[in-house]
């Protein structure tokens, strides 16, 4: 089983904008909805967004909706987090997974996913 890899973070100033990709290969990624979820030190990991497998249902964490959206490119095996608005809050470790459950939103508990990247960072500074 391949890791989905993470890119795209980096430090921005409050206001600005990021945009993270996960790249991840084959039936690892098409098959099945994705997700992001962060971790700040000394803090549980915390559930961002979620999308199924066709971009049909997303789902988001109200910390970011409005600001945040989830997309994917299923030819590609990317999933992206366009970032908007960054908060000095949205400051963290940035992780993809993969449901554990098939297509379909599981849950927002990372007990549900699986295949976990090794994160990119996310700074936001005032």
């Known amino acids: 089983q391949v890791q989905p890899v993470e890119s795209g973070g980096g430090l921005v100033q409050a206001g600005g904008s990021l945009r993270l990709s996960c790249s991840a290969s084959g039936r690892t990624f098409t098959d099945y909805a994705m997700a992001w979820f962060r971790r700040t030190p000394g803090k549980d990991r915390e559930f961002v967004a979620a999308i199924d497998q066709n971009s049909r249902t997303t789902s988001y964490a109200e910390s970011v909706k409005g600001r945040f959206i989830i997309a994917r490119h299923n030819s590609k095996n990317t999933l992206y987090l366009q970032m908007s608005n960054l908060k000095p809050e949205d400051t963290a470790v940035y992780y993809c997974?993969?449901?554990?459950?098939?297509?379909?939103?599981?849950?927002?508990?990372?007990?549900?996913?699986?295949?976990w990247g090794q994160g990119t960072q996310v700074t936001v500074s005032w």
């Open positions: 997974a993969r449901s554990r459950h098939g297509s379909m939103i599981p849950s927002r508990r990372g007990s549900d996913f699986d295949s």
